[in-house]
């Protein structure tokens, strides 16, 4: 069983940037692919970016390519999400998510889920 925890969620203004992090224990963390995940009010949860179980492939949204980064470090148990050149319609509650067996862009090949972080972007 993974237990995930992110954080670094908050309040920032268009056009500025946050990294969030998401904390793993409970498993082998470099054999989980890893994605975020985030969902705004009223409307369903989205695929963000996702990092492979040794950290050398990355796949992204177009909403977010070229903005948002993925990585992890397997000695931290950790993955983030850099986020820059941030927009108002990235206002969401963020989820990282680990994969035991696939690497893919849909939320329901994830096994673990975090609770969430907040990330709010005013105009």
């Known amino acids: 069983q993974v237990q995930l925890v992110e954080s670094g969620g908050g309040l920032v203004q268009a056009g500025g940037s946050l990294r969030l992090s998401c904390a793993a224990s409970g498993g082998t963390f470099s054999r989980y692919a890893l994605g975020w995940f985030r969902q705004a009010p009223g409307k369903e949860r989205e695929f963000v970016g996702l990092i492979s179980r040794s950290g050398d492939y990355n796949e992204y949204a177009d909403s977010v390519r070229g903005r948002f980064t993925v990585s992890r470090d397997n000695a931290k148990n950790t993955v983030y999400l850099q986020m820059s050149s941030l927009k108002p319609e990235d206002t969401a509650v963020y989820y990282c998510?680990?994969?035991?067996?696939?690497?893919?862009?849909?939320?329901?090949?994830?096994?673990?889920w975090g609770r969430g972080t907040q990330v709010t972007v005013s105009a």
């Open positions: 998510a680990a994969d035991r067996s696939t690497i893919s862009k849909s939320p329901n090949n994830y096994d673990y």
